[in-house]
Protein backbone atom coordinates (compact mmCIF):
# COMPACT_ATOMS: atom_id res chain seq x y z
CA UNK A 1 0.00 0.00 0.00
CA UNK A 2 1.67 3.35 -1.12
CA UNK A 3 1.92 6.25 1.20
CA UNK A 4 -0.18 8.87 -0.37
CA UNK A 5 -3.36 6.51 -0.56
CA UNK A 6 -3.22 6.13 3.07
CA UNK A 7 -2.91 9.95 3.20
CA UNK A 8 -6.70 9.78 2.49
CA UNK A 9 -9.31 10.07 5.15
CA UNK A 10 -11.11 6.97 3.22
CA UNK A 11 -8.21 5.22 2.97
CA UNK A 12 -7.07 5.53 6.47
CA UNK A 13 -10.32 4.77 7.46
CA UNK A 14 -10.04 1.36 5.73
CA UNK A 15 -6.55 0.83 6.97
CA UNK A 16 -7.70 0.72 10.28
CA UNK A 17 -10.32 -1.58 9.58
CA UNK A 18 -8.15 -4.43 7.71
CA UNK A 19 -5.91 -3.52 10.50
CA UNK A 20 -8.57 -4.40 13.39
CA UNK A 21 -9.98 -7.01 11.86
CA UNK A 22 -6.18 -8.78 11.02
CA UNK A 23 -5.24 -8.56 15.04
CA UNK A 24 -8.74 -9.58 15.96
CA UNK A 25 -10.14 -6.30 17.08
CA UNK A 26 -13.35 -5.74 15.48
CA UNK A 27 -15.29 -5.42 17.88
CA UNK A 28 -17.98 -2.71 19.44
CA UNK A 29 -15.61 -0.12 20.91
CA UNK A 30 -13.01 -0.22 18.22
CA UNK A 31 -13.95 3.63 16.76
CA UNK A 32 -15.01 4.86 20.24
CA UNK A 33 -14.29 8.08 21.82
CA UNK A 34 -13.03 9.54 18.25
CA UNK A 35 -15.56 12.32 18.70
CA UNK A 36 -14.80 12.42 22.21
CA UNK A 37 -10.95 12.25 21.41
CA UNK A 38 -11.63 15.38 19.24
CA UNK A 39 -13.71 17.17 22.05
CA UNK A 40 -10.90 16.96 24.38
CA UNK A 41 -8.75 18.64 21.95
CA UNK A 42 -11.44 21.50 21.91
CA UNK A 43 -11.84 21.74 25.16
CA UNK A 44 -8.17 22.29 25.73
CA UNK A 45 -9.05 25.85 24.16
CA UNK A 46 -12.27 25.91 24.06
CA UNK A 47 -14.29 26.80 27.22
CA UNK A 48 -17.88 26.48 27.32
CA UNK A 49 -20.18 29.84 27.20
CA UNK A 50 -17.02 31.24 24.94
CA UNK A 51 -17.87 31.74 20.88
CA UNK A 52 -15.86 28.13 19.31
CA UNK A 53 -12.39 28.29 18.10
CA UNK A 54 -12.63 28.19 14.05
CA UNK A 55 -9.52 25.99 13.77
CA UNK A 56 -11.33 22.79 15.69
CA UNK A 57 -14.53 22.74 13.20
CA UNK A 58 -11.74 21.84 10.65
CA UNK A 59 -11.98 18.70 12.37
CA UNK A 60 -15.35 18.19 11.03
CA UNK A 61 -16.65 17.59 7.12
CA UNK A 62 -16.82 20.69 5.45
CA UNK A 63 -17.71 22.51 2.38
CA UNK A 64 -14.47 23.56 0.97
CA UNK A 65 -14.00 20.65 -1.46
CA UNK A 66 -10.32 21.37 -1.70
CA UNK A 67 -9.55 21.05 1.82
CA UNK A 68 -8.90 18.13 3.76
CA UNK A 69 -12.27 18.91 5.89
CA UNK A 70 -14.20 18.66 2.74
CA UNK A 71 -13.35 15.07 2.01
CA UNK A 72 -13.35 14.12 5.48
CA UNK A 73 -16.54 10.83 5.42
CA UNK A 74 -19.49 11.66 7.68
CA UNK A 75 -19.36 10.43 11.17
CA UNK A 76 -20.25 6.35 11.52
CA UNK A 77 -23.09 5.90 13.88
CA UNK A 78 -22.76 4.90 17.24
CA UNK A 79 -24.94 2.71 19.14
CA UNK A 80 -24.19 3.46 23.08
CA UNK A 81 -25.32 1.93 26.06
CA UNK A 82 -26.32 3.94 29.26
CA UNK A 83 -25.16 2.72 32.52
CA UNK A 84 -26.69 3.95 35.07
CA UNK A 85 -27.65 5.28 37.66
CA UNK A 86 -28.95 8.64 36.78
CA UNK A 87 -27.12 10.32 39.01
CA UNK A 88 -26.49 13.78 37.03
CA UNK A 89 -25.87 17.33 38.31
CA UNK A 90 -29.54 18.66 37.16
CA UNK A 91 -28.77 22.10 37.37
CA UNK A 92 -25.60 21.70 35.70
CA UNK A 93 -27.77 20.22 33.03
CA UNK A 94 -30.11 23.25 32.86
CA UNK A 95 -27.25 25.32 31.99
CA UNK A 96 -25.82 23.35 28.95
CA UNK A 97 -29.05 22.76 27.72
CA UNK A 98 -30.31 26.35 27.15
CA UNK A 99 -26.27 28.38 26.60
CA UNK A 100 -26.36 28.80 23.32
CA UNK A 101 -22.67 28.22 23.08
CA UNK A 102 -23.30 24.71 24.68
CA UNK A 103 -25.91 22.11 24.48
CA UNK A 104 -28.32 24.79 23.17
CA UNK A 105 -31.14 22.51 23.03
CA UNK A 106 -33.40 25.26 23.69
CA UNK A 107 -32.93 26.43 20.41
CA UNK A 108 -35.38 23.24 19.17
CA UNK A 109 -36.63 22.30 22.01
CA UNK A 110 -39.45 23.45 24.72
CA UNK A 111 -37.58 22.27 27.87
CA UNK A 112 -39.23 21.48 31.54
CA UNK A 113 -39.52 24.85 32.56
CA UNK A 114 -38.09 26.80 30.10
CA UNK A 115 -39.34 28.10 26.58
CA UNK A 116 -37.45 27.14 23.05
CA UNK A 117 -37.64 26.47 19.59
CA UNK A 118 -40.03 24.51 17.85
CA UNK A 119 -38.22 22.50 15.25
CA UNK A 120 -37.63 19.00 17.86
CA UNK A 121 -40.88 18.11 19.60
CA UNK A 122 -41.47 19.84 23.15
CA UNK A 123 -39.68 18.39 26.40
CA UNK A 124 -41.28 20.23 28.78
CA UNK A 125 -43.44 17.38 29.84
CA UNK A 126 -40.57 14.93 30.14
CA UNK A 127 -40.32 14.71 33.68
CA UNK A 128 -44.49 13.41 33.29
CA UNK A 129 -43.71 11.59 30.32
CA UNK A 130 -40.60 9.78 31.36
CA UNK A 131 -39.25 7.75 28.34
CA UNK A 132 -36.37 4.99 29.06
CA UNK A 133 -32.97 6.13 29.77
CA UNK A 134 -31.67 4.48 27.36
CA UNK A 135 -33.97 5.66 24.54
CA UNK A 136 -32.92 9.35 25.88
CA UNK A 137 -29.36 8.91 25.95
CA UNK A 138 -29.09 7.30 22.98
CA UNK A 139 -31.43 9.98 21.30
CA UNK A 140 -28.37 12.79 22.20
CA UNK A 141 -25.68 10.85 21.48
CA UNK A 142 -26.78 10.01 18.10
CA UNK A 143 -30.50 9.96 17.37
CA UNK A 144 -29.61 8.29 13.70
CA UNK A 145 -30.11 5.07 15.39
CA UNK A 146 -34.01 5.92 15.13
CA UNK A 147 -34.35 7.93 12.36
CA UNK A 148 -30.79 7.95 9.65
CA UNK A 149 -32.14 11.61 8.66
CA UNK A 150 -32.67 13.20 12.18
CA UNK A 151 -32.25 17.00 12.66
CA UNK A 152 -30.72 16.79 15.86
CA UNK A 153 -27.16 17.65 16.74
CA UNK A 154 -25.67 14.25 17.58
CA UNK A 155 -24.22 15.31 20.25
CA UNK A 156 -21.77 12.20 21.98
CA UNK A 157 -20.41 10.70 18.46
CA UNK A 158 -19.41 14.45 17.26
CA UNK A 159 -18.03 15.85 20.96
CA UNK A 160 -19.88 18.31 20.93
CA UNK A 161 -20.61 17.05 25.12
CA UNK A 162 -18.65 15.17 26.98
CA UNK A 163 -20.58 12.30 28.30
CA UNK A 164 -20.75 13.46 32.14
CA UNK A 165 -22.48 16.33 30.41
CA UNK A 166 -25.03 14.55 28.17
CA UNK A 167 -25.67 12.51 31.88
CA UNK A 168 -26.14 16.19 33.57
CA UNK A 169 -29.11 17.07 31.02
CA UNK A 170 -30.48 13.30 31.42
CA UNK A 171 -31.08 14.50 35.05
CA UNK A 172 -32.70 17.80 33.97
CA UNK A 173 -34.92 16.38 31.46
CA UNK A 174 -36.19 13.84 34.22
CA UNK A 175 -35.86 16.01 37.34
CA UNK A 176 -38.07 18.70 35.30
CA UNK A 177 -37.89 22.25 37.37
CA UNK A 178 -39.62 22.80 40.37
CA UNK B 1 -44.95 3.80 21.94
CA UNK B 2 -42.69 2.39 19.74
CA UNK B 3 -39.59 4.51 20.17
CA UNK B 4 -39.72 3.59 23.60
CA UNK B 5 -39.39 -0.08 22.96
CA UNK B 6 -36.53 0.51 20.22
CA UNK B 7 -34.71 2.13 22.64
CA UNK B 8 -34.80 -0.48 25.28
CA UNK B 9 -34.07 -3.10 23.15
CA UNK B 10 -30.78 -1.57 21.68
CA UNK B 11 -29.83 -1.30 25.43
CA UNK B 12 -29.76 -5.13 25.19
CA UNK B 13 -27.53 -5.08 21.70
CA UNK B 14 -25.27 -2.71 22.91
CA UNK B 15 -24.29 -3.92 26.37
CA UNK B 16 -21.56 -5.78 25.62
CA UNK B 17 -19.57 -2.54 24.89
CA UNK B 18 -19.81 1.09 26.04
CA UNK B 19 -19.83 2.18 22.53
CA UNK B 20 -20.26 0.30 18.97
CA UNK B 21 -20.08 2.41 16.13
CA UNK B 22 -20.67 1.34 12.31
CA UNK B 23 -20.76 2.01 8.96
CA UNK B 24 -23.96 1.21 6.59
CA UNK B 25 -23.48 -0.24 3.64
CA UNK B 26 -21.61 2.55 1.13
CA UNK B 27 -25.05 3.07 -0.84
CA UNK B 28 -27.45 3.63 2.05
CA UNK B 29 -24.95 5.21 3.77
CA UNK B 30 -24.49 7.84 1.00
CA UNK B 31 -28.27 8.17 0.75
CA UNK B 32 -28.20 9.52 4.67
CA UNK B 33 -24.89 12.04 3.76
CA UNK B 34 -27.57 14.74 2.95
CA UNK B 35 -30.59 16.37 3.56
CA UNK B 36 -33.36 14.55 2.11
CA UNK B 37 -35.06 16.62 -0.89
CA UNK B 38 -32.54 17.01 -3.61
CA UNK B 39 -33.86 15.67 -6.40
CA UNK B 40 -37.09 17.39 -5.88
CA UNK B 41 -34.85 21.00 -6.12
CA UNK B 42 -35.69 23.17 -9.62
CA UNK B 43 -33.42 26.41 -10.37
CA UNK B 44 -36.79 28.50 -10.50
CA UNK B 45 -38.44 30.18 -7.13
CA UNK B 46 -41.45 28.33 -8.54
CA UNK B 47 -39.71 25.46 -7.31
CA UNK B 48 -40.76 26.18 -3.38
CA UNK B 49 -44.13 24.73 -4.47
CA UNK B 50 -42.49 21.58 -3.51
CA UNK B 51 -40.82 22.54 -0.51
CA UNK B 52 -42.80 24.92 1.96
CA UNK B 53 -45.71 26.15 -0.45
CA UNK B 54 -46.30 29.39 0.65
CA UNK B 55 -45.26 30.45 -2.83
CA UNK B 56 -48.69 31.57 -3.69
CA UNK B 57 -48.57 33.88 -1.36
CA UNK B 58 -45.36 35.80 -2.45
CA UNK B 59 -45.45 34.66 -5.87
CA UNK B 60 -45.57 38.54 -6.85
CA UNK B 61 -46.59 42.37 -6.02
CA UNK B 62 -50.39 41.38 -5.71
CA UNK B 63 -50.05 38.17 -4.07
CA UNK B 64 -48.27 39.62 -1.38
CA UNK B 65 -50.49 42.44 -0.22
CA UNK B 66 -53.46 40.10 -0.52
CA UNK B 67 -51.47 37.77 1.82
CA UNK B 68 -50.86 40.86 4.31
CA UNK B 69 -54.25 41.92 3.69
CA UNK B 70 -55.31 38.24 5.23
CA UNK B 71 -53.31 39.04 7.97
CA UNK B 72 -50.60 36.20 7.39
CA UNK B 73 -46.90 36.44 9.08
CA UNK B 74 -43.70 37.45 7.48
CA UNK B 75 -42.29 33.88 7.49
CA UNK B 76 -45.33 32.75 5.36
CA UNK B 77 -44.84 35.20 2.91
CA UNK B 78 -40.80 34.16 3.14
CA UNK B 79 -40.35 37.79 4.41
CA UNK B 80 -41.03 38.82 1.06
CA UNK B 81 -43.76 41.36 2.29
CA UNK B 82 -40.53 43.44 3.87
CA UNK B 83 -38.42 42.91 1.80
CA UNK B 84 -39.61 43.01 -1.72
CA UNK B 85 -42.56 45.62 -0.76
CA UNK B 86 -40.15 47.99 0.97
CA UNK B 87 -36.76 49.83 0.62
CA UNK B 88 -34.28 49.94 3.56
CA UNK B 89 -33.88 53.92 4.39
CA UNK B 90 -30.87 52.89 6.60
CA UNK B 91 -28.73 51.30 3.29
CA UNK B 92 -28.92 54.63 1.17
CA UNK B 93 -25.71 56.04 3.31
CA UNK B 94 -23.73 52.93 1.88
CA UNK B 95 -24.92 53.17 -1.62
CA UNK B 96 -23.56 56.79 -1.72
CA UNK B 97 -20.62 55.04 -0.41
CA UNK B 98 -20.09 52.84 -3.18
CA UNK B 99 -20.98 55.46 -5.76
CA UNK B 100 -18.03 57.42 -4.43
CA UNK B 101 -15.86 54.17 -4.88
CA UNK B 102 -17.34 53.51 -8.08
CA UNK B 103 -16.34 57.18 -9.52
CA UNK B 104 -13.41 57.88 -7.55
CA UNK B 105 -10.35 58.06 -9.81
CA UNK B 106 -6.85 55.99 -9.40
CA UNK B 107 -3.28 58.07 -10.20
CA UNK B 108 -3.77 57.35 -13.45
CA UNK B 109 -7.56 59.47 -13.86
CA UNK B 110 -9.27 56.05 -14.49
CA UNK B 111 -11.95 54.94 -12.23
CA UNK B 112 -14.79 51.66 -12.68
CA UNK B 113 -16.76 54.19 -14.38
CA UNK B 114 -14.44 54.87 -17.06
CA UNK B 115 -14.96 51.29 -18.38
CA UNK B 116 -18.91 50.91 -17.08
CA UNK B 117 -19.96 54.68 -17.41
CA UNK B 118 -20.23 57.51 -15.23
CA UNK B 119 -22.59 55.80 -11.67
CA UNK B 120 -21.94 52.49 -13.68
CA UNK B 121 -24.57 53.59 -16.45
CA UNK B 122 -23.69 49.94 -18.40
CA UNK B 123 -23.69 48.10 -16.15
CA UNK B 124 -27.51 48.03 -15.28
CA UNK B 125 -29.14 44.76 -15.04
CA UNK B 126 -26.07 42.66 -14.82
CA UNK B 127 -26.14 41.51 -11.28
CA UNK B 128 -29.00 39.56 -11.96
CA UNK B 129 -27.41 37.34 -14.34
CA UNK B 130 -24.46 36.83 -11.66
CA UNK B 131 -22.65 34.72 -10.68
CA UNK B 132 -21.11 34.05 -14.00
CA UNK B 133 -18.56 32.07 -16.03
CA UNK B 134 -15.72 35.09 -16.43
CA UNK B 135 -13.66 33.70 -19.61
CA UNK B 136 -10.55 35.98 -18.64
CA UNK B 137 -10.64 34.24 -15.25
CA UNK B 138 -11.21 31.10 -16.37
CA UNK B 139 -13.82 30.74 -13.47
CA UNK B 140 -17.11 30.96 -12.57
CA UNK B 141 -17.20 34.24 -10.25
CA UNK B 142 -19.37 36.12 -7.73
CA UNK B 143 -19.94 39.80 -7.47
CA UNK B 144 -17.43 40.69 -5.49
CA UNK B 145 -14.33 38.63 -6.93
CA UNK B 146 -15.48 40.40 -10.26
CA UNK B 147 -14.91 43.48 -8.54
CA UNK B 148 -11.96 42.54 -7.27
CA UNK B 149 -10.54 41.45 -10.00
CA UNK B 150 -11.24 44.57 -11.84
CA UNK B 151 -10.02 46.81 -9.17
CA UNK B 152 -6.68 44.86 -9.19
CA UNK B 153 -6.58 44.20 -12.85
CA UNK B 154 -7.65 47.52 -14.10
CA UNK B 155 -7.23 49.87 -11.86
CA UNK B 156 -3.83 48.62 -9.79
CA UNK B 157 -5.89 48.89 -6.43
CA UNK B 158 -4.89 45.70 -3.94
CA UNK B 159 -6.49 46.13 -1.58
CA UNK B 160 -10.10 45.64 -2.49
CA UNK B 161 -10.75 41.91 -1.61
CA UNK B 162 -13.88 39.78 -1.01
CA UNK B 163 -13.88 40.67 2.63
CA UNK B 164 -13.30 44.61 2.89
CA UNK B 165 -15.25 47.39 3.29
CA UNK B 166 -14.56 49.22 -0.49
CA UNK B 167 -15.50 45.59 -2.10
CA UNK B 168 -19.04 45.22 -0.13
CA UNK B 169 -20.29 48.55 -0.74
CA UNK B 170 -19.40 48.38 -3.97
CA UNK B 171 -21.08 44.88 -4.64
CA UNK B 172 -24.21 46.55 -2.55
CA UNK B 173 -23.88 49.46 -5.46
CA UNK B 174 -23.68 47.37 -8.49
CA UNK B 175 -26.36 45.20 -7.17
CA UNK B 176 -28.53 47.94 -6.44
CA UNK B 177 -28.21 48.95 -10.25
CA UNK B 178 -30.45 45.80 -11.25
CA UNK B 179 -33.02 46.30 -8.92
CA UNK B 180 -36.15 45.81 -10.58
CA UNK B 181 -34.50 43.12 -13.37
CA UNK B 182 -35.44 39.56 -12.56
CA UNK B 183 -32.94 37.10 -11.33
CA UNK B 184 -31.52 34.93 -14.63
CA UNK B 185 -28.45 32.27 -14.11
CA UNK B 186 -28.70 29.93 -16.63
CA UNK B 187 -27.53 26.79 -14.94
CA UNK B 188 -29.51 24.69 -17.88
CA UNK B 189 -27.06 25.20 -20.63
CA UNK B 190 -24.69 22.59 -20.24
CA UNK B 191 -20.86 24.51 -19.46
CA UNK B 192 -19.29 25.83 -16.09
CA UNK B 193 -22.44 27.23 -14.22
CA UNK B 194 -24.65 24.01 -14.33
CA UNK B 195 -21.83 22.36 -13.32
CA UNK B 196 -21.02 25.19 -10.86
CA UNK B 197 -25.30 24.32 -9.56
CA UNK B 198 -24.63 21.29 -9.34
CA UNK B 199 -22.24 20.98 -7.18
CA UNK B 200 -24.09 23.81 -5.01
CA UNK B 201 -27.15 21.67 -4.59
CA UNK B 202 -25.13 18.77 -3.22
CA UNK B 203 -22.62 21.43 -0.78
CA UNK B 204 -25.85 23.09 0.15
CA UNK B 205 -27.86 19.43 0.94
CA UNK B 206 -24.66 17.72 2.38
CA UNK B 207 -24.42 17.03 6.14
CA UNK B 208 -21.47 19.22 7.64
CA UNK B 209 -19.54 20.56 11.02
CA UNK B 210 -19.92 19.43 14.32
CA UNK B 211 -23.69 19.44 14.56
CA UNK B 212 -23.91 17.72 10.70
CA UNK B 213 -26.24 19.68 9.92
CA UNK B 214 -26.69 20.48 6.02
CA UNK B 215 -28.03 24.36 4.73
CA UNK B 216 -31.12 22.10 3.83
CA UNK B 217 -31.23 21.11 7.37
CA UNK B 218 -32.51 24.49 8.62
CA UNK B 219 -33.80 26.43 5.02
CA UNK B 220 -36.40 23.32 4.00
CA UNK B 221 -39.85 22.50 6.21
CA UNK B 222 -40.63 21.60 8.95
CA UNK B 223 -37.66 23.90 10.22
CA UNK B 224 -38.75 26.63 8.04
CA UNK B 225 -42.30 27.68 9.54
CA UNK B 226 -40.66 26.48 13.04
CA UNK B 227 -39.21 28.75 15.79
CA UNK B 228 -35.17 28.53 16.19
CA UNK B 229 -35.09 30.33 19.73
CA UNK B 230 -36.59 33.39 18.35
CA UNK B 231 -35.63 32.94 14.25
CA UNK B 232 -37.42 31.39 11.89
CA UNK B 233 -35.23 30.82 9.02
CA UNK B 234 -36.73 30.57 5.03
CA UNK B 235 -36.55 29.00 2.41
CA UNK B 236 -33.47 28.93 0.26
CA UNK B 237 -35.97 30.05 -3.08
CA UNK B 238 -36.01 34.16 -3.59
CA UNK B 239 -33.79 35.03 -0.78
CA UNK B 240 -30.55 35.80 -2.93
CA UNK B 241 -32.79 38.25 -5.00
CA UNK B 242 -32.32 39.96 -2.03
CA UNK B 243 -28.26 40.59 -1.48
CA UNK B 244 -26.64 42.13 -0.90
CA UNK B 245 -28.33 43.20 2.14
CA UNK B 246 -28.17 45.81 4.95
CA UNK B 247 -27.64 44.61 7.97
CA UNK B 248 -27.74 46.34 10.86
CA UNK B 249 -24.74 47.36 12.47
CA UNK B 250 -23.13 44.29 13.70
CA UNK B 251 -20.96 41.97 11.90
CA UNK B 252 -19.03 38.65 11.93
CA UNK B 253 -15.96 39.66 14.93
CA UNK B 254 -13.06 41.05 13.08
CA UNK B 255 -14.67 41.98 9.99
CA UNK B 256 -15.52 45.18 8.52
CA UNK B 257 -18.44 44.54 6.64
CA UNK B 258 -19.90 48.33 6.51
CA UNK B 259 -23.47 46.77 7.32
CA UNK B 260 -23.78 45.01 4.34
CA UNK B 261 -24.17 41.22 3.91
CA UNK B 262 -23.13 39.91 0.77
CA UNK B 263 -24.15 36.53 0.13
CA UNK B 264 -20.81 35.34 0.87
CA UNK B 265 -20.67 36.75 4.19
CA UNK B 266 -24.48 35.11 4.77
CA UNK B 267 -23.07 31.62 3.85
CA UNK B 268 -20.34 32.57 6.23
CA UNK B 269 -22.37 33.45 9.03
CA UNK B 270 -24.76 30.53 9.00
CA UNK B 271 -21.38 28.31 8.70
CA UNK B 272 -20.31 29.87 12.12
CA UNK B 273 -24.24 29.55 13.08
CA UNK B 274 -24.33 25.86 12.89
CA UNK B 275 -20.16 25.18 13.99
CA UNK B 276 -19.41 24.50 10.43
CA UNK B 277 -16.07 25.25 9.08
CA UNK B 278 -16.29 28.56 7.38
CA UNK B 279 -15.11 28.97 3.80
CA UNK B 280 -12.91 31.48 2.14
CA UNK B 281 -14.79 34.05 0.48
CA UNK B 282 -14.95 33.65 -3.47
CA UNK B 283 -13.31 30.24 -3.11
CA UNK B 284 -14.71 27.20 -5.55
CA UNK B 285 -17.75 26.16 -3.43
CA UNK B 286 -18.26 29.14 -1.56
CA UNK B 287 -19.02 29.96 -5.63
CA UNK B 288 -21.18 27.07 -6.11
CA UNK B 289 -23.06 27.16 -3.11
CA UNK B 290 -23.64 31.17 -4.22
CA UNK B 291 -25.09 29.75 -7.70
CA UNK B 292 -27.10 27.34 -6.20
CA UNK B 293 -29.32 29.96 -4.36
CA UNK B 294 -29.22 32.90 -7.11
CA UNK B 295 -30.13 30.60 -9.48
CA UNK B 296 -33.11 29.35 -6.65
CA UNK B 297 -34.26 32.85 -7.32
CA UNK B 298 -34.51 32.81 -11.07
CA UNK B 299 -37.49 34.54 -11.94
CA UNK B 300 -37.60 36.49 -9.37
CA UNK B 301 -37.51 40.09 -9.27
CA UNK B 302 -34.23 41.94 -7.55
CA UNK B 303 -34.99 44.11 -4.82
CA UNK B 304 -31.73 46.09 -3.61
CA UNK B 305 -31.53 47.72 -0.91
CA UNK B 306 -33.76 45.97 1.54
CA UNK B 307 -32.67 45.35 4.92
CA UNK B 308 -32.76 42.34 7.16
CA UNK B 309 -35.23 42.81 9.71
CA UNK B 310 -38.54 44.29 9.69
CA UNK B 311 -38.64 47.38 11.20
CA UNK B 312 -42.22 47.81 11.45
CA UNK B 313 -44.54 46.56 13.97
CA UNK B 314 -47.48 47.05 12.18
CA UNK B 315 -47.88 43.19 12.56
CA UNK B 316 -48.04 42.77 16.38
CA UNK B 317 -51.43 45.09 16.33
CA UNK B 318 -52.88 41.97 13.98
Redesign the interface.
Known amino acids: MNLTALRQPGAR ?1 LAALVAASVLGLF ?8 GQEKLQKIRAKWKPGE ?2 V ?1 E ?12 P ?2 KLP ?10 GPLAGDAARGEKIALD ?1 RWGNC ?3 HALPGAP ?4 GPSLADYPQRR ?2 V ?3 Y ?2 IWDG ?3 N ?2 A ?1 M ?2 YG ?4 LTEEEIRDVMAFLYQGKK | MNKSKAGLALGAVAAVGAIASWQAPAGEAAKHDYWPGREKVIPHVSGDRRFSGTYDNWKDEASIRAAKAKGLMSHEMNFKDFRWLEKSFDAWPVLEEGKEYFNQPNAAGKSCASCHGPDGEKLKGVYANLPRFNARLGKVVVGPTQIRACAKDYLGIDGWKENTRPNSVLDMYVAHLSDGRKVDVDVISPGPLKEAYERGKNLYFKRTGQFHFACASCHTPPTVGNYLRGQRPSTFFGDAAHYPIYHFPYTLPGDDLAHVFTLQHQIRSCQMLSRMSQGTEGSRSMVDIEVFLKASANGYPMSIPTQEYNMSTDYLKR
Not at chain 1, 56 to 67: A, G, K, V, W
Open positions: CSPGVFAGSAMPFLTLYPCHEEDQCGPPAVEKVAFKVAACGGSVPPQYTQRRVFPDHPITQGV
